[in-house]
């Protein structure tokens, strides 16, 4: 079925998932179960997998179900959004799949870690269309066309500051009644500092030291204080939010046995988003001229321990 003039972004998106993983299994089949047109690209044996036996979800929050996708390993049709659920580790190679003039002017939704992926996005693709969106879940992808969605929540922050607003309020909307709670941020800078400002310390901490977010936080407490803070204040340079006091009560509200996604791969010997989270954090950090020195010693072990 193609897009016709009766179609608007009221009723019925065409909506390609660039890595239908954890994160991008999971809003592809939310949003094929509200009926929209939804396309997985991916390699050739999990796009197979994808149209002979749909997407199955089990999620205490949106009910255990399977929903039918299309399946393709390159963008070939228009569609009105892609979002892009790929590790920072895999985005060059992924975008292949994605070529400029099939995207069009299509909106591009990257829910990647780190703060640097919109220029390199709005380098290769329209200015205007890359939207970077922000998402708090726990999803896993157990097996091709499996997922596991295993926090009571899911959240999205939508933003894009190149972007017409009606476009983001648009797609906010039809994510917000498929499943997660979805907001359009006016700062785009804001949003991802936010996001880093919390994630950066979390990852690094717990896959320097191969423990849990518990035993972090009493364990190595000092170190994690001062690395909120050192984050807080490259956020506050880069024109940021700051504030370490509250980073810190969010860490002491996590489960104790709760796992950074970086530590994860670093357990399963996957690439780790190393250079995008803590690489990225020193290269902002050096370019406003703000101290670093855990940041730094961390980074370096990591890298020195062959990651």
């Known amino acids: 079925m193609t897009h016709d003039e009766k179609l608007t972004h ?12 954890g994160i991008g299994g999971l809003l592809a089949a939310l ?3 509200a009926g929209h047109r939804v396309i997985c690209l991916a390699g050739d044996e999990t796009a197979a997998t994808l149209r002979t036996s749909g997407i199955e979800v089990r999620s205490g929050l949106f009910g255990d179900f399977t929903a039918e996708v299309e399946a393709d390993t390159v963008l ?11 590790k920072h580790t895999a985005l060059d190679a992924a975008l292949d799949r994605v070529p400029p003039a099939a995207l069009g002017d299509a ?19 329209r200015e205007d269309v890359v939207a970077p969106a922000v998402i708090r879940v726990e999803s896993t992808r157990t097996a091709p066309g499996e997922i596991t969605h295993g926090s009571p929540f ?13 476009r983001l309020d648009t797609l906010a909307a039809v994510l917000g009644a498929v499943g997660p709670t979805t907001r359009v941020l006016p700062d785009e ?9 919390f994630l950066a310390p979390f990852a690094l901490l717990t896959t320097r030291y191969a423990l849990p977010l518990g035993d972090v936080r009493t364990r190595h407490r000092e170190e994690l204080t001062a690395l909120v803070e ?31 996604s970086m530590q994860r791969d670093a357990e399963a010997a996957r690439p780790l988003e190393l250079d995008a989270i803590g690489g990225a954090l020193l290269r902002a950090a050096d370019r406003h001229g703000v101290p670093v020195p855990v940041a730094t010693r ?4 990591l890298r020195a321990a062959g990651h």
């Not at 939704?109 to 709005?122: C, D, Q, T, Y």
């Not at 800078?189 to 400002?197: D, G, I, N, V, Y």
């Not at 204040?233 to 950074?260: E, I, M, N």
């Open 298 to 301: 961390l980074v370096g072990e």
């Open 189 to 197: 800078t804001a949003a991802l500092w936010a996001k880093m400002s």
């Open 76 to 86: 070939r049709v228009p569609v009105d959004a892609c979002l892009v659920a790929v």
């Open 10 to 21: 009221d009723d019925r998106l065409t909506v390609a998932v660039l890595g239908p993983g």
């Open 107 to 125: 909106l591009l939704v990257p829910f990647l870690n780190g703060v640097e992926h919109p220029a390199v996005l709005r380098a290769r693709y």
């Open 230 to 260: 050192e984050t807080a204040a490259v956020s506050r340079a880069c024109g940021g939010p700051a504030d370490p006091a509250q980073a810190l009560t969010r860490y002491d509200a996590f489960p104790p046995q709760t796992k950074s």
């Open 154 to 166: 899911a959240e999205i922050d939508l933003t894009g500051d190149k972007v017409a607003r009606d």
């Open 31 to 33: 949003l094929a179960r």
